[in-house]
C-alpha cells in the first residue's frame, strides 16, 4: 500500500510539472513563468549601481528566494521521471542547473556571485511553458531549408571572405597608417564592417579614392546581405511545393499536444497517442 500511495504521489507530481493540459499543470507553468521573469528582473536591476547600493539586501534575499524555489523544482524534475539521468543531463536539465547553482557557488568561492547572471538562460524555459510545438513542424521544415542551402551558403561566404581581404589590402595601400588603416587585419576588420552595412565609424576613410572605394563596398553589400536570403527562400519554397505534390496538394495536419514521456522526457506527441514515438513506454500513467 505504502508502495502505491508513494508512486501516485510521484505520478500526480510528475502531471503537474511536466503536462500543460490539467488546470494544476497549466498553473504551475504560470507561477513558473512568473517566477523565471522575476529572476531575470532582479539579475537587470542588481546590474544598476544605484538601485543594488539602496536596495542591495532586498535584492539578495529576492535572489535566493528564487533559487530556493528553482532548487525545490529542479529536484522535483528529478525524483518524478523514471531515469532521472534523461532530464539531468538534457538541455533544459543542464540549462536548470547552470541557472541555480551560482548562488550556491558564491559560499565556497569569491566572486562566485557575479556568475547569478547565468540565471538569464532561464529564460530558455519559456519556449517549453509556452508548449510551441506547433510551430515545430515551420520550424522543422526552415532547418531542412538552411541544410538543404548549405553548400551554396558556404560557397557565398567564402567569396565574402575574400572580397573582404582583397578590398581590406587596398584599403591598407590606399590610407595608410595615418587615416588609422594601420595593418591588413584592421582594413579587413573596417571592410567586413562596411560591407554588412553596420558601420561602426571607428575608422574612416579620408582620401577621395579610398572614399570612393567604401561607396562602392557599401553598395554592394545591400546585394551580398539579399543573396543568403533568397538561397533559403528559394530552398525553402522548393520543400513546401514537393511536400505539396506528395501529399496530393491537401498536406496530412499532425496535431501535437504537450503529453511528456514519463520514460525518456520526449514531447510533442500526437493528438491521442497512447505510446511514446521514442521509447514506446505508456503515456498515460495508470
Known amino acids: 500500500m505504502s508502495n502505491t500511495k508513494k508512486h501516485n504521489w510521484k505520478d500526480k507530481l510528475y502531471e503537474i510539472i511536466y503536462e500543460a493540459d490539467t488546470p494544476a499543470g497549466k498553473l504551475f507553468d504560470v507561477v513558473l513563468l512568473i517566477f523565471i521573469l522575476a529572476s531575470i528582473a532582479l539579475v537587470m536591476l542588481e546590474s544598476v549601481s544605484w538601485i543594488d547600493a539602496k536596495y542591495h539586501n532586498l535584492l539578495y534575499i529576492g535572489e535566493w528566494i528564487v533559487t530556493i524555489l528553482f532548487s525545490i523544482e529542479y529536484i522535483a524534475r528529478i525524483i518524478t521521471v523514471k531515469k532521472p539521468t534523461k532530464y539531468i543531463f538534457s538541455f533544459y536539465g543542464i540549462v536548470?542547473?547552470?541557472?541555480?547553482i551560482p548562488m550556491y557557488l558564491s559560499f565556497f568561492f569569491v566572486g562566485g556571485h557575479a556568475l547569478v547572471a547565468l540565471r538569464a538562460l532561464r529564460?530558455?524555459?519559456?519556449?517549453?511553458?509556452?508548449?510551441?510545438?506547433?510551430?515545430?513542424g515551420a520550424s522543422n521544415q526552415l532547418a531542412s531549408a538552411i541544410k538543404a542551402s548549405?553548400?551554396?551558403?558556404?560557397?557565398?561566404?567564402?567569396?565574402?571572405?575574400?572580397?573582404?581581404?582583397?578590398?581590406?589590402?587596398?584599403?591598407?595601400?590606399?590610407?595608410g597608417e595615418e587615416n588609422g588603416f594601420t595593418n591588413i587585419?584592421?582594413?579587413?576588420?573596417?571592410?567586413?564592417?562596411?560591407?554588412?552595412?553596420?558601420?561602426?565609424?571607428?575608422?574612416?576613410?579620408?582620401?577621395?579614392l579610398g572614399q570612393f572605394i567604401a561607396s562602392a563596398i557599401m553598395v554592394l553589400g545591400y546585394g551580398i546581405i539579399a543573396v543568403p536570403t533568397g538561397i533559403v527562400s528559394a530552398e525553402y519554397t522548393r520543400s513546401a511545393n514537393k511536400e505539396d505534390e506528395e501529399n496530393n496538394g491537401k498536406p496530412e495536419k499532425v496535431h501535437l499536444n504537450s503529453q511528456s514521456c514519463q520514460n525518456c522526457l520526449s514531447t510533442s506527441h500526437k493528438d491521442k497517442a497512447e505510446y511514446c514515438y521514442n521509447c514506446g513506454h505508456n503515456l498515460h500513467i495508470e
Open 123 to 136: 529564460l530558455l524555459r519559456v519556449f517549453r511553458i509556452l508548449k510551441l510545438a506547433r510551430y515545430l
Open 150 to 175: 548549405r553548400a551554396k551558403i558556404s560557397v557565398f561566404l567564402f567569396a565574402v571572405i575574400i572580397a573582404s581581404i582583397i578590398f581590406g589590402t587596398l584599403m591598407y595601400l590606399v590610407e
Open 96 to 100: 536548470d542547473f547552470l541557472s541555480t
Open 185 to 208: 587585419p584592421k582594413s579587413v576588420y573596417w571592410c567586413i564592417v562596411t560591407l554588412t552595412t553596420v558601420g561602426f565609424g571607428d575608422i574612416t576613410p579620408q582620401t577621395p
